[in-house]
């Protein structure tokens, strides 16, 4: 079993939807959850950076951690074309110096 | 500017080649990374160095040598390139190696060996 699991879809919305990413994890250590955004043929870049649990919102998009339940959500509101992009979350433990990503989810917005 | 540059961008050579991909960070940060992202996008570490010191080697072949000449450059040699080597490699770097900061990643290197 992998240690951090994300389902790599595809997924595909209809422009303005509701878009909801997860991803679960089996180390209770991690401490700082991320999202990385990555577009075709391009390198990852951090979207969304929340340290222990609770909700982090930035314009459209809300971070979610759920540490008793292991579990952590990325949403996209009015979604765009341009929000297509592969979706990575990624972890890490307090003091460690690894970063674990999930295998990344392909979303795609249809406008 | 670009922070974080790789070269090349793309690399196809044949079974059993050597061959360097060349990674700099222009960001001032301490700590730089080596990633391998397979076809299904998958990205996993590959080493870490810190202050030119290696500090994260995962289960790599040792036809996989990362060297470090300077806090702003990372290189990485693969000898006797294997089919299975097709990858995408990112390079990537960060202020610090722990305390969850940021990494910023490079365009990546696209190889294909055949």
């Known amino acids: 079993q992998k240690e951090v699991e994300q389902d790599p879809g595809p997924l595909s919305v209809p422009e303005g939807a509701i878009v909801s990413l997860n991803c679960t994890y089996s180390?209770?250590?991690?401490?700082?959850f991320m999202w990385y955004r990555q577009y075709s043929r391009k390198g990852p870049e951090l979207l969304m950076y929340?340290?222990?649990?609770g909700n982090k919102e930035d314009g459209r998009f809300t971070a979610q951690v759920d540490k008793s339940s292991k579990y952590i959500s990325l949403f996209i509101r009015d979604s765009q074309p341009s929000d297509s992009a592969t979706y990575l979350c990624?972890?890490?433990?307090?003091?460690?110096?690894?970063?674990?990503f999930g295998q990344g989810t392909r979303l795609t917005i249809n406008p | 500017d670009t922070a974080v540059s790789q070269t090349p961008k793309y690399l196809v050579t044949q079974m059993g080649n050597d061959k360097s991909i060349k990674c700099e960070q222009n960001?001032?940060?301490?700590?730089m990374y080596w990633y391998k992202q397979d076809s299904k996008k998958f990205l996993k570490i590959m080493f870490s160095?810190?202050?030119?010191?290696?500090?994260i080697n995962e289960t790599v072949p040792n036809r996989f040598s990362p060297k470090s000449p300077d806090k702003a450059h990372l290189n990485l040699h693969i000898n006797s390139l294997e089919l299975g080597d097709s990858a995408v490699y990112f390079c990537?770097?960060?202020?610090?190696?722990?305390?969850?900061?940021?990494?910023?990643f490079g365009p990546g290197t696209r190889l294909l060996v055949l």
């Open positions: 990537a770097s960060s202020k610090m190696a722990s305390g969850g900061e940021t990494q910023y």
């Open positions: 180390n209770s250590a991690f401490q700082y």
């Open positions: 929340t340290y222990s649990s």
């Open positions: 990624a972890m890490m433990g307090q003091g460690a110096q690894k970063l674990v």
């Open positions: 960001l001032g940060h301490d700590t």
């Open positions: 160095y810190n202050n030119k010191e290696l500090i």
